[in-house]
């Protein structure tokens, strides 16, 4: 642990001014709460909301894991876990079960979570509204009073224009019936996991000053339309590593083929499972009508090369 | 035309700074309107009747007088708190969410410019279906249909419904406008010289509109124009402004036939006939 | 038989306020009673003021001074103190008017003008309509123009529309203003059936004749607008 550091990172004065911002946070699910965001040591869009989260509500026997995009070996996930390491010599972890606070980017682990646990988001744009109102007046107010016709109207026209519902992630929720939340841009794969979640689920967005929170056990919705429901992706084939068919899974280009490689995106899952002895097919997918074939090239255009 | 009152308006006045002088944009309006009565507002430009429309929609807040309307299911119904003697509400007593409520349901707000009244980055079906959608209409399927019967009812082609209304002509996009406010049945439909900018025959098309839609609605409505001729295709009750001031009411027929006032004469001469 | 409509010291003056406020008396003094069955016929030279008699009656011109009380719903109503949606109601069910030139709103056929009073009645669009079609046949006004807009007609043509529309709804008390002026002999024919059938139905009548032999055929009195011309 570096000592030149407070602990966090963040002075006490700074600490309680963010877990008062929190209290307001957690009493009222799903407002979004102003707050002093502070300086950090790297740059907005980086997870310093997040950051300032986690430093707030971290103690001396708390375990961290720190995950982007479901894995804990991207730069962001390592950099970030080892600043918490070094102001605050916490221990930390990759296995999900074993963590108290887990600080995470776009997803929500596989595995299911408990009372004992915290949840902290990186969020960029706390305010779902945004794209279809700039005016942060107006939004403040649609908040406040609960008109939330145009989020409806977005999802009207995108079925009008194209069909279905467009938005694959960062998909808007009411969180207890009040608020319309941005659940950070994780994939609308997870968004069921928010709903009647065990854990504390804590929200911070730097750039913008916001913190907002869903209390364990809060009613979260995904918007939709009766006759069009809200729907999770799923895949036609399972992790080629450890056979998972109900976890989200990224998708990798392997060859100029196209053929694609389907693995978990939750790497501590992934790993759990293959430690239970769970195999899958080890072997890419081959995807014939994704990509053109390459054109063979005609006996005249070849005479002229060398 | 007959029924409770509607909306009681008494000694209403708008004030404004002018350089370093008070001046009254309007002021000492009353009158009472009941369902299914069209009043037109008619004055030229400077009058104040757009500033007292404004002030009618609760756009614009009061420096004198009131605005008392029927609002349904506000507390006081049985003559409690809130409720005059003729059992309406002061609007300026409710709070700012009643009021939006107000104005998205029971209201409706036809803007001179249509741009100025619609979503343009949004269809036509989801402009008309929007106030369904902020009172919790949950049924894509139906808000389509019911959008598409809205069209069909101001003549709109069905087959624009998820066009945007910045491709609709500008007669189009009035009746857009109109479809919008009218689909959650409001009593009492404030307009903006609702015809003013458009071609004649467009004009007539829409003023036929209004009148239809007015008499199988029994709407109410408050029409400011500048136009002496819609007045009187529309309009059973006539107001006259000049300079912030009611000069003459009545009738319209009477207003328009038997002008009192000088400023009526002169409007009413002036007009030209082809 | 009581009386369905009554003036009491009505008069009539127009200020010109355009021409440096120039005062225009017209007629004062008038106090009439009609009854049911009456046809009153209003003489008097041109611009002796019976138009502007007749529109007062209407509610279209205010009185000067004095009163017009209409009897309408068993209870007597002052038009010239009413509001203007009681004028209108008056003027649905109890009022009909046929003025001098007809007041032609674009696009709305021939067929529609005249069923409208009907329409205002409660009446459904289609009886409406079919009704309105018997009075323009009984009018000789040709089918083929039932569906056009007016606007285009003959002052003939036209002011047989007026009529139809005046009288369709059978309202009690009536006020024509010159209704045959443009017909020919067989339809100033027509008008005068018509203007007798509504008193035998009761109605009371005022109005204005300029042909001789139709107020002889139809008016049961008179009264000079002239003799109650204002003195300066």
């Given amino acids: 642990m570096d000592t030149n550091y407070n602990f966090g990172f963040l002075d006490e004065r700074t600490k309680k001014m963010i877990r008062r911002a929190i209290l307001k946070a957690v009493a009222i699910p799903g407002y979004q709460v102003p707050f002093g965001a502070r300086e950090m040591p790297f740059a907005y869009g980086w997870g310093t909301g997040g950051v300032q989260v986690t430093a707030s509500i971290i103690g001396r026997h708390d375990v961290l894991k720190v995950i982007d995009q479901g894995a804990d070996d991207t730069t962001n996930a390592v950099n970030i876990r080892r600043f918490f390491a070094r102001t605050t010599g916490v221990a930390t972890t990759e296995k999900t079960a074993a963590a108290s606070i887990i600080q995470t980017r776009h997803r929500i682990p596989e595995a299911a979570l408990t009372e004992a646990q915290t949840l902290v988001y990186q969020v960029p744009m706390p305010e779902p509204l945004f794209r279809l109102e700039p005016r942060r007046a107006e939004t403040i107010t649609m908040h406040a009073l609960a008109e939330y016709g145009l989020m409806n109207v977005k999802l009207y026209e995108d079925i009008a224009q194209l069909g279905a519902i467009s938005k694959t992630y960062d998909y808007p929720v009411l969180v207890n019936e009040r608020y319309l939340t941005s659940p950070s841009p994780i994939p609308k794969f997870d968004n069921p996991k928010m709903h009647m979640n065990p854990a504390l689920q804590l929200f911070g967005a730097g750039r913008e000053k916001r913190i907002y929170a869903i209390p364990p056990y809060t009613a979260v919705r995904s918007l939709d339309f009766e006759d069009h429901p809200f729907e999770v992706q799923r895949w036609k084939h399972a992790c080629a590593l450890c056979g998972a068919d109900d976890s989200f899974l990224d998708e990798m280009i392997v060859d100029d083929a196209g053929s694609r490689l389907f693995v978990c995106s939750d790497s501590d899952f992934c790993s759990e499972r293959r430690e239970a002895g769970y195999v899958g097919t080890q072997q890419a997918v081959h995807m014939p009508d994704v990509i053109a074939p390459t054109p063979t090239p005609t006996p005249t255009a070849a005479k002229g090369m060398a | 035309m007959t029924g409770d009152l509607l909306l009681s308006v008494r000694g209403a006045g708008k004030q404004f700074m002018q350089g370093n002088r008070l001046r009254w944009a309007c002021r000492d309006v009353s009158f009472d309107l009941y369902p299914g009565e069209v009043l037109a507002v008619v004055g030229e430009s400077g009058s104040g009747k757009s500033t007292l429309l404004r002030l009618l929609a609760a756009r614009l807040g009061l420096d004198a007088g009131s605005v008392h309307y029927d609002v349904r299911g506000e507390a006081g119904a049985d003559g409690g708190p809130g409720r005059s003697a003729a059992g309406l509400v002061d609007l300026a007593q409710l709070s700012e969410a009643r009021l939006r409520w107000l104005s998205r349901t029971d209201w409706g707000f036809v803007e001179q410019h249509a741009r100025d009244g619609l979503r343009m980055n949004v269809s036509g079906g989801a402009n008309i279906g929007e106030r369904m959608m902020a009172l919790g209409a949950r049924h894509y399927g139906k808000l389509r249909s019911e959008a598409l019967s809205w069209m069909e009812r101001v003549e709109l082609e069905t087959d624009r419904i998820d066009d945007l209304p910045g491709s609709y002509s500008g007669g189009m996009q009035q009746r857009l406008q109109i479809a919008r406010n009218l689909v959650t049945h409001p009593r009492l439909v404030f307009m903006d010289e609702p015809t003013t900018g458009l071609d004649v025959s467009v004009q007539a098309r829409l003023l036929d509109l209004v009148r239809e839609l007015v008499n199988q609605l029994q709407l109410a409505a408050v029409i400011v124009t500048h136009d002496l001729a819609v007045a009187r295709l529309l309009a059973h009750r006539m107001l006259v402004m000049k300079d912030g001031c009611v000069v003459e009411q009545g009738l319209t027929d009477r207003v328009l036939d038997d002008p009192q006032h000088p400023y009526t004469q002169l409007l009413v001469s002036s007009v030209l006939t082809p | ?232």
């Fill in chain 3, 1 to 232: 038989m009581t009386a369905v409509l009554e003036t009491s010291d009505l008069s009539k003056t127009f200020t010109l306020h355009a021409r440096g406020g120039l005062v225009l008396p017209v007629f004062s003094g008038i106090s009439l009673s009609l009854r049911p069955g009456e046809c009153l016929a209003l003489t008097g030279h041109s611009g002796s003021g019976k138009s502007s008699l007749l529109r007062c009656l209407y509610g279209n011109y205010s009185a000067s001074s004095g009163d017009v009380r209409i009897r309408h719903a068993d209870q007597w109503v002052s038009l010239s103190t009413a509001a203007p949606r009681e004028v209108l109601e008056v003027r649905r069910r109890t009022l009909g008017y046929v003025s001098q030139f007809l007041r032609v709103i674009p696009r709305v056929s021939t067929l529609d003008i005249v069923a409208e009073p009907l329409r205002r009645l409660g009446v459904a669009a289609d009886e409406a309509r079919s009704q309105a079609a018997q009075w323009l046949a009984r009018l000789n006004l040709h089918e083929r123009l039932w569906h056009l807009p007016p606007a285009t007609f003959s002052g003939g043509e036209q002011q047989r529309v007026n009529i139809a529309h005046g009288l369709i709804a059978g309202h009690p008390v009536l006020l024509l203003d010159e209704p045959t002026a443009s017909l020919d002999a067989d339809n100033r024919r027509v008008v005068v059936e018509l203007i007798h059938a509504a008193r035998a139905g009761g109605a009371a009548v005022i109005g204005i004749f300029h042909d001789d032999e139709v107020r002889a055929a139809v008016a049961s009195r008179c009264l000079d607008v002239e003799d109650y011309r204002q003195s300066n």
